[in-house]
Structure formats: structure tokens, C-alpha cells
């Protein structure tokens, strides 16, 4: 939660485009401003809102043009009122104003309008003179997503103390290839220092960056060392993704700043291909390295047609990874979308044995996995998707971690969840328990038939008995848009097979909570901006896995 700082832009179409006076132009900015400061209300207490609330007065409204280098602030109306600050005389001056702009724009002499209102000043006074330095920003936003109240490292996180601890958050990570992995970070507290042992909260794992420093612009500027508050740069540690905190040795009991929940399971997957086809043989080790940089993408080259595969948690995240590794150098065209099903029993599996004669024999019971499974204490876990939930558990104690024959059993499970038994689709939340184990193996080139047929059998004829249906992704959305467009919006969600569950209002707001199938899902971005002019907000969501057909001519569960 950030104080906002509102800049009304795109003024010059208003005249130009739509042929507004300087009063309707004026009714339109304030209009604009009492539907943001609507949306405000949403998100802050009545407190709040009387101090945050963008207007002239405040130091945080500024109305202009970027693509004419133009904008009015408090400052500038001060100086057409003489210094009086009374809302009638700037009012008076703010009218007065536009319509000075508006002759300026019939004479086709917008270019004056730059050398006397520079946007430049305007916005930059604004965010000086409203946006919190971060030792005042965080004594309020750290309460808001940080679990540690009470704790010993409070009072540095809170003052954003230099001489404590260090403590990083990770905000973005891009790839580099003479840098490796260079990760943003925002420095809560401590000083960054280079070379300095730095703990990732969440693997546990202590590593050394091998630069650390400021970002100007598109430049990295390296440093010794970067005090709290700053937002910087660290290159040299692995294993990083978006929402990781890293702290100094010895800080380790600090809880995290924060733990973002990623979409475990990619719901849609496009084909991709470089934009210059005579990049194709280099660009599978670039794009590889960026997806690993994203725990809700994935990257993977189909072994029997060599399509490139781009996997992710829907269409807008996969045209946000598309546009960042443009940015770097990766310049790639996507193909037509595929929604990802899955397959999943809908209940517990029977025991069932597979293996006969001189081939091994296993007796495998499949079961759901729960969200709060001891995995365990179930026995031995041999393998495992954590995308997918699926594990692979010994309960028998007849098979060795380190024993050759755990390649050909781990074979024989990856080949069940990746091709199911009902329509050869993934599977998902499996557990597969080997109850009892009879290996045995003349040589490696009868591995399949002696050890990996037998179990794939078992396996599936135990899957089988747990009445597995095969699942589409849903989405779950949140809308929040002016009274005028709920009706238009819940027409959209209704045309794409969409389940509107809730509608309330909030102050000048209206709240849709809603569900859409993924495969309805593309497209809704732009048609739900160009239905309500850009006035509606949503996000989105995971809203788990239903039977095909859920919400048209049946109904079911979520899984």
C-alpha cells in the first residue's frame, strides 16, 4: 500500500479528438478523479482515505499530457491565483487555464504549451512532495504483509535501520549472460554488502553475491555496499524466485517478508517459435534459464514433433513472460493456446498387483493425496512432481533408494502422470503406495519387462479403481467496476460459460466474484477493458479443476 499520486493524462485527445470545451473538459478530469478516489475508498478506512484522497490541494492531482510534454499542478495554479490557495481561486485559475490550452491547441501551437507547463517538474514536485521516504512508507506497510510483530528485528525493519541485520526481499529476477541470475531486491533493513554470506529463508541455503549495486535506468551501477531503503541489485546467488527474503548469518529465525502462493500446476500451454528463424537452434538455453527464473512457468521441447512448449498460469501471465524476455533479448512469436487437463481419481484406490511368471510383481494401492498429508510417515518417498502432487511411496522396504533397479520403477511412475489412463492427460494430487515388492531383473536390457511393464500395470489397474475423471482448469475473478457496467460484464461471463457467484457494492463501486473456465478465459482481458472504456479492475486466480461441461449441463465438484 502506497500513498498514490494521480496523473489524469491523455487530456490533449479530449480537445483534439473529442472537440470538448475547457468546461466539459474540466467536468471530465473531475469526474475521473471522484471515480478514482471512489476506487481508493475501496481499499482504505475512512481515516485513511480523508488523508490519501488525490486533489490539487494535496500536492498529489496533476492533469496533462505526456505525448505533449504538458501539466498542471498545484504550483502552477498558485502562480496564475497569486499564491492563494482558496478552492474558488483555483478553481477560477485551473478553468482559466484550459482555456488558454484550448486556444493553444486550435492554433495547432502545442508545442509552446511544453516550454510553459513542463510535465516533467510537475510530476517529479508531486512524487517528491507525497511519496514517503522508506523509513516513514515502512512503520505502515511492513504491519500489512510481515507476521513478525514481536519479534527482535521489529524495530529495524520498522525504522529501516542501516546498522541492523540485513534483510532482502527479492522483487524480479532476469536473467544474464554474462551476470547469470540478477535479482532486484528492496534492502528492509542491514546494509547490503558485496561478497557478504546472504540465507535464502526459504531453501535455507547460504551463498556470497558476486555484485550488488543501484539500477540507473536500464544501467547497473556497482557498488561496495547499499544502505536500507534503497531498492538494488544482487548477482551471484542461485536458486532465487520472486518473493524470497534473504537475510545476514545468524538472522535466520526472522519470519519471511513474504510468501507468495504460485499457481502449482500450469493451466495453458502455447507453441512458440523465434521471431528469425535462424535463431532456433540457440534459443532453447535462453528461454530455459528465464522460465527457471518463474515457479508458474515451464519450458519444454515436445520429443516427438520438436515443437517448443511455453507453459503457465493463463494467458496474461504468458504474454508477461513473452514481453520480459523480449526486453532481454529473446524475441519469440506464440502459437495457438492449449488448455492443460488433467486427470484425477475421485476416490481411494483398491490394492491391485501386477507382474506374473518370471517378471518382478508389485501390489500398489493409489490413493488421493491431502493437503495435509505426513508424506513420511507413509514410508519412503522414491520420486515425486511437486507441480503435479503426484509421489511415488515404498511401503514395502523391499526396494533400495540407491538400487539400480529405482531408475525402471521411477520410469514406470512418471509414465503414469504424464500419461494417464483415461485420455493419456497428465495426472494430478496421486499418491502411489508400493505395498509389497518382488524384483527381479536379468539384466538391464529386460528392465522394462521385468520391472517396468509389471509396475505400470499395477499401478494403473489400481487408478482404475478409484473412478478417475479427466479435469479442465477454472478461473476465479474479481471485478470491481462502476454501477453502469454490471450488467455489461455479467453478459460477457455468462456468454463465456462463466458461474457469477456474488455481486455487492462498496461505496461507488460494484464487486463481481465469478468463475470462468480457462478455455473461455482468452481474450477476457481486452473485452472486458474495451466493454467498460478501461473503468473496470479485476484479478485473477486459480479456482481449481471441475469435470468438463461443469456449470452448462451438469453439476459437480472442484478437485
Given at each position: 500500500?502506497?500513498r498514490p499520486v494521480?496523473?489524469?493524462n491523455k487530456?490533449?485527445r479530449l480537445?483534439n479528438?473529442?472537440r470538448?470545451?475547457?468546461?466539459?473538459?474540466a467536468?471530465?478530469?473531475?469526474k475521473?478523479?471522484?471515480e478514482?478516489?471512489?476506487?481508493?475508498?475501496?481499499?482504505?478506512?475512512d481515516?485513511?482515505?480523508?488523508?490519501w484522497?488525490?486533489s490539487?490541494n494535496?500536492?498529489?492531482?496533476c492533469v496533462g499530457?505526456?505525448?505533449d510534454?504538458w501539466?498542471?499542478?498545484?504550483s502552477?495554479?498558485k502562480?496564475r491565483?497569486?499564491?492563494?490557495?482558496?478552492?474558488?481561486d483555483?478553481?477560477?485559475?485551473?478553468?482559466?487555464i484550459l482555456q488558454e490550452?484550448e486556444?493553444?491547441y486550435?492554433?495547432?501551437?502545442?508545442?509552446?504549451?511544453a516550454?510553459?507547463?513542463?510535465i516533467?517538474?510537475v510530476?517529479l514536485?508531486?512524487v517528491v512532495k507525497?511519496?514517503?521516504n522508506p523509513?516513514?512508507?515502512?512503520?505502515y506497510?511492513?504491519?500489512?504483509?510481515w507476521?513478525?510483530?514481536?519479534t527482535?528485528?521489529?524495530?529495524?525493519?520498522?525504522?529501516c535501520s542501516s546498522?541492523?541485520?540485513?534483510?532482502?526481499?527479492?522483487?524480479?529476477?532476469?536473467?544474464?549472460r554474462?551476470?547469470?541470475l540478477v535479482a532486484?531486491?528492496?534492502v528492509f533493513?542491514?546494509?547490503l554488502?558485496?561478497?557478504?554470506?546472504?540465507?535464502?529463508?526459504?531453501t535455507?541455503?547460504t551463498?556470497?553475491?558476486?555484485q550488488?549495486?543501484?539500477?540507473m535506468?536500464k544501467?547497473?551501477?556497482a557498488?561496495?555496499?547499499?544502505?536500507a531503503?534503497?531498492?538494488?541489485?544482487?548477482?551471484g546467488?542461485?536458486d532465487?524466485?520472486?518473493?524470497?527474503?534473504?537475510v545476514?548469518?545468524g538472522?535466520t529465525d526472522?519470519?519471511?517478508l513474504?510468501?507468495?502462493?504460485?499457481?502449482t500446476?500450469?493451466?495453458?500451454?502455447?507453441t512458440i517459435e523465434p521471431?528469425?528463424?535462424?535463431?532456433?537452434?540457440?534459443?532453447?538455453?535462453p528461454i530455459?534459464e528465464f522460465?527457471?527464473t518463474d515457479?508458474a512457468l515451464?519450458?519444454?521441447v515436445?520429443?516427438?514433433t520438436g515443437?517448443?512448449l511455453?507453459s503457465?498460469a493463463?494467458e496474461?501471465?504468458i504474454?508477461?513472460?513473452?514481453a520480459k524476455?523480449a526486453r532481454?533479448?529473446?524475441d519469440v512469436?506464440?502459437?495457438t493456446?492449449?488448455?492443460?487437463?488433467k486427470?484425477?481419481m475421485?476416490?481411494?484406490?483398491?490394492?491391485f498387483?501386477?507382474g506374473?511368471?518370471?517378471?518382478s510383481?508389485?501390489?500398489?494401492r493409489?490413493?488421493?493425496r491431502g493437503?495435509d498429508?505426513?508424506l513420511?510417515?507413509l514410508?519412503?518417498?522414491l520420486?515425486?512432481?511437486?507441480?503435479l502432487?503426484c509421489?511415488?511411496?515404498?511401503q514395502?522396504?523391499r526396494?533400495?533408494?540407491h538400487?539400480?533397479?529405482l531408475a525402471?520403477?521411477r520410469e514406470a511412475?512418471?509414465?503414469v502422470i504424464?500419461r494417464?489412463?483415461?485420455?493419456g492427460?497428465?495426472m494430478?494430487?496421486?499418491m502411489?503406495l508400493?505395498?509389497?515388492?518382488?524384483i527381479r531383473?536379468?539384466?538391464?536390457?529386460t528392465s522394462?519387462r521385468?520391472?517396468?511393464?509389471?509396475l505400470?500395470?499395477?499401478i494403473?489397474?489400481?487408478?482404475m479403481?478409484?473412478?478417475p475423471k479427466v479435469l479442465?482448469?477454472?478461473v476465479?475473478?474479481?471485478?470491481n467496476?462502476?454501477?453502469?457496467?454490471?450488467?455489461e460484464l455479467?453478459?460477457?461471463?455468462?456468454?463465456r460459460k462463466?458461474?457469477v457467484?456474488e455481486?455487492d457494492?462498496?461505496r461507488?463501486l460494484?464487486?463481481?466474484i465469478?468463475?470462468i473456465?480457462?478455455?473461455e478465459s482468452f481474450?477476457?482481458?481486452?473485452e472486458?477493458r474495451?466493454s467498460t472504456?478501461?473503468?473496470a479492475t479485476?484479478?485473477?486466480?486459480?479456482?481449481?479443476?471441475?469435470e468438463?461441461?461443469?456449470?452448462?449441463t451438469k453439476?459437480?465438484?472442484t478437485?
Open positions: 500500500m502506497v494521480l496523473l489524469v487530456v490533449d480537445f479528438e473529442r470538448l470545451n475547457s468546461e466539459r473538459v467536468e471530465e478530469i473531475n475521473t478523479v471522484r478514482f478516489n471512489a476506487m481508493l475508498g475501496k481499499y482504505l478506512g481515516e485513511l482515505l480523508e488523508e484522497e488525490v490539487f494535496k500536492s498529489s492531482l499530457s505526456a505525448l510534454k501539466g498542471l499542478d498545484l502552477v495554479l502562480d491565483t497569486g499564491g492563494s490557495e482558496t478552492p474558488s483555483l478553481a477560477s485559475a485551473f478553468l482559466e490550452i486556444d493553444t486550435s492554433k495547432e501551437a502545442e508545442e509552446t504549451l516550454k510553459k507547463y513542463p516533467a517538474k510530476v514536485d508531486s507525497i511519496v514517503p523509513s516513514v512508507a515502512q512503520s506497510r511492513l504491519p500489512l504483509f507476521t513478525g510483530q514481536g527482535k528485528q521489529e524495530k529495524n525493519l520498522l525504522t546498522k541492523g541485520p540485513t534483510v532482502l526481499l527479492v522483487g524480479d529476477i532476469q536473467p544474464d554474462h551476470a547469470g532486484a531486491v528492496r533493513s542491514g546494509t554488502e558485496r561478497a557478504k554470506p546472504l540465507v535464502n529463508l526459504r535455507g541455503v551463498g556470497k553475491t558476486l550488488v549495486g543501484l539500477f535506468s544501467s547497473r551501477i557498488l561496495p555496499e547499499v544502505p531503503g534503497n531498492l538494488a541489485f544482487i548477482t546467488i542461485r532465487l524466485v520472486v518473493g524470497d527474503t534473504l545476514t548469518e538472522t526472522v519470519p519471511p513474504m510468501e507468495l502462493q504460485y499457481p500446476e500450469p493451466v495453458v500451454t502455447y521471431r528469425q528463424l535462424s535463431q532456433l537452434s540457440e534459443i532453447q538455453t530455459t522460465a527457471a515457479p515451464e519450458f519444454e515436445n520429443p516427438e515443437e517448443m511455453l503457465g493463463g496474461l501471465h504474454e508477461v513472460s513473452v524476455m532481454i533479448g529473446i512469436i506464440l502459437g493456446p492449449m488448455v492443460l487437463l486427470e484425477q475421485t476416490s481411494e484406490g483398491t490394492t498387483t501386477g506374473e511368471g518370471e517378471s510383481s508389485f501390489s500398489v493409489a490413493i488421493l493437503d498429508q505426513q513420511e510417515s514410508g519412503t518417498i520420486d515425486s512432481d511437486l507441480q502432487g509421489y511415488l511411496i515404498d514395502s522396504g526396494i533400495s533408494p538400487g539400480e533397479e525402471y520403477i511412475f512418471r509414465s504424464r494417464g489412463p483415461v485420455a492427460e497428465r494430478r494430487q496421486l502411489v508400493i505395498e509389497k515388492a518382488d531383473m536379468e539384466t538391464p536390457e522394462w521385468d520391472v517396468t511393464q509389471p505400470l500395470q499395477a494403473r489397474g489400481s487408478i479403481t478409484g473412478d479442465e482448469p477454472w476465479r475473478l474479481e471485478i467496476t462502476p454501477e453502469e457496467h454490471v450488467g455479467t453478459a460477457i461471463l455468462a456468454r462463466g458461474l457467484h455481486i457494492s462498496e461507488s460494484y464487486r463481481i465469478a468463475e473456465p480457462v478455455r481474450g477476457l482481458a481486452n472486458i474495451t472504456s478501461g473503468w479485476w484479478g485473477a486466480r486459480a479456482g481449481g479443476y471441475r468438463r461441461g461443469y456449470g452448462e453439476e459437480g465438484e478437485y
